[in-house]
Every structure is written in C-alpha cells, then in structure tokens.
Nanobody, 131 residues
Framework: QLRLVESGGGLVQPGGSLRLSCTVSGDTLDYYDIGWFRRAPGKEREGVSCVSSYDGRTYYVDSVKGRFTISRDNAKNTVYLQMNSLKEEDTAVYYC????????????????????????WGQGTQVTVSS
C-alpha cells in the first residue's frame, strides 16, 4: 500500500522560505505523478504544483509562479516544494498526492481538477505565514 508523508511545514514570517518534502513508501516514485495541494481555512482545496514522472513537466498555479519550485528525487522517493517569498495568503495545510502516471492526462489537469480517484494522499503539513 502506498504511503505518503509530508514534512517541512512550520511558522515563517512573510518573505521567508520553507521546503516541504513528500516521501513515498510502498512503491517506486518513478511510477507516479506527484501534486502538492493546499487547503486554507474556509477555502476549497487548491492544486499548487504538480510534476510528471515521465518527462518532468511541471504545473504551477498562477499565485505561486516565480516563488515556488517543485522537484523530485526518485532515488530518495521524495518530492520537494521549495517555497520562497512566502505571503500570508500561502497559509494552509499542504498535502501531496501520488497518482499512477498512466492515470494522469496532464499535470495541469491533475492540479486543476484534482483529486484523482486513483490518487493516494498524505496527512498534510501546516504552513503558517505570519508576522
């Protein structure tokens, strides 16, 4: 059974940085496309960034472009989300989702229309941006 564990969240001041990690166990990361999603209080879940296992293509929601970077280290079975220039509106619980690559049309679709019925989720990590 696939298991995902997110880590790296915390409290940071506006303008600061955090790096989130999503570590996958139970199977090889190579077979999965990975997405980072977030849910802020009172808001719907939002796809933040997704990355393909096949060709490394990435997708970012407009609000994080130029500030967040998604990357994957298949050897470590881990996907990262580097978050720079954090804003108070980035405050949310961040979740990662793993979807078998053959069940994903495009990473943009994965992020925009998630969750995927074939996806597996972690428990989330809280990110709070506040002065």
């Amino acid at each position: 059974q696939l298991r995902l564990v997110e880590s790296g969240g915390g409290l940071v001041q506006p303008g600061g940085s955090l790096r989130l990690s999503c570590t996958v166990s139970g199977d090889t990361l190579d077979y999965y496309d990975i997405g980072w999603f977030r849910r802020a209080p009172g808001k719907e879940r939002e796809g933040v960034s997704c990355v393909s296992s096949y060709d490394g293509r990435t997708y970012y929601v407009d609000s994080v472009k130029g500030r967040f970077t998604i990357s994957r280290d298949n050897a470590k079975n881990t996907v990262y989300l580097q978050m720079n220039s954090l804003k108070e509106e980035d405050t949310a619980v961040y979740y990662c989702e793993a979807v078998p690559s053959h069940k994903v049309t495009t990473v943009q679709h994965m992020c925009v229309y998630g969750p995927n019925p074939f996806g597996s989720w972690g428990q989330g990590t809280q990110v709070t941006v506040s002065s």
